[in-house]
Nanobody, 125 residues
Framework: VQLQASGGGLVQAGGSLRLSCAASGRTFSSYVMGWFRQAPGKEREFVAAISWSGTSTYYADSVEGRFTISRDYAKNMVYLQMNSLKPEDTAVYYC???????????????????WGQGTLVTVSS
């Protein structure tokens, strides 16, 4: 599967952005989809994930209640709606995918096989 993230940009603190991830391939519906981010000088960290069925979502504590992940099977898209943005949300955001495993750690970037190219989100104070 190939992934392409978009939607990043510059926004003031308190503002909103919606990131999109376009996925190619007919097996999109069978993948766990995740969003990760990496700030300068920091390791890549988990942001959110959604199960292959779309019935389960997972969030990092730092974004819980502010970000929402969703997927559109008809369009092969995954979205990350980001509200109440903070300067500490500034990072390059990546979407990722993998075939689900019962034993996988959904928040670990090492569990994901496919990655998009990243989109930069900058939140000004």
């Amino acid at each position: 599967v190939q992934l392409q993230a978009s939607g990043g940009g510059l926004v003031q603190a308190g503002g909103s952005l919606r990131l999109s991830c376009a996925a190619s391939g007919r097996t999109f519906s069978s993948y766990v989809m995740g969003w990760f981010r990496q700030a300068p000088g920091k390791e890549r960290e988990f942001v959110a994930a959604i199960s292959w069925s779309g019935t389960s979502t997972y969030y990092a504590d730092s974004v819980e209640g502010r970000f929402t992940i969703s997927r559109d099977y008809a369009k092969n898209m995954v979205y990350l709606q980001m509200n109440s943005l903070k300067p500490e949300d500034t990072a390059v955001y990546y979407c990722a995918a993998r075939v689900p495993l019962a034993t996988m750690t959904i928040s670990s970037p090492y569990e994901y096989d496919y990655w998009g190219q990243g989109t930069l989100v900058t939140v000004s104070s």
